[in-house]
């Protein structure tokens, strides 16, 4: 009809848990069209990965842990990741009734295994610019290359050959 041989629709995470995930992408199944919502909080979350920063900035893996680690500790907003957390607990569409709402603990226990899970990638990537402006003595502009057959979100492109 499009011309189209995939659409893909984005939504960035926002603190989803991945339950909550799978059920956003299953209200798209049969239609034709496929929901992408990123593995981390939202789209500048796949520049916060330590496989990328020993990449573009050709540093050892012990350099890389100590930046994100900084710049995790600097860009934490728990007023953030709280309230949405509570209006991600407050859908119905996620949780009828209240029922089987995670508490905030379990839910940033989940989401923790990404630098950019519980805290926006956004407020990361500007606390890792400033980390390689300011200590590493590079350009920021650095955290947004990609080197050429680099990958940065695998779960699109995961999407894209299925």
């Known amino acids: 009809m499009?011309?189209?041989?995939?659409?893909?629709v984005h939504r960035d995470a926002d603190f989803m848990l991945q339950a909550e995930k799978d059920i956003l992408t299953g209200k798209?199944?049969?239609s034709g069209c496929e929901l992408w919502i990123t593995?981390?909080?939202?789209?500048e979350g796949y520049f916060c990965t330590r496989e990328h920063?020993?990449?573009?900035?050709?540093?050892?893996?012990?350099q890389a842990e100590d930046c994100l680690a900084e710049a995790w500790r600097a860009a934490k907003d728990a007023k953030s990741f709280r309230a949405k957390r509570s209006q991600i607990?407050?859908?119905?569409?996620?949780?009828?009734?209240?029922s089987g709402t995670p508490s905030l603990g379990d839910a940033q226990k989940e989401l923790d295994y990404h630098?950019?899970?519980?805290?926006?990638?956004?407020k990361l990537v500007k606390q890792l610019k400033a980390l390689v402006h300011q200590e590493l003595r590079?350009?920021?502009?650095?955290?947004?290359?990609?080197?050429?057959?680099?990958e940065i979100a695998f779960d699109l492109k995961e999407i894209l050959d299925g």
């Open 2 to 8: 499009l011309g189209l041989s995939k659409l893909i």
């Open 28 to 30: 798209f199944k049969g």
């Open 39 to 43: 593995e981390p909080s939202d789209v």
């Open 53 to 62: 920063l020993m990449s573009v900035l050709e540093i050892g893996e012990d």
């Open 89 to 98: 607990n407050k859908d119905e569409k996620f949780y009828p009734g209240g």
């Open 115 to 122: 630098y950019a899970g519980s805290i926006k990638g956004k």
């Open 138 to 150: 590079m350009s920021p502009k650095l955290l947004l290359d990609t080197k050429v057959g680099g």
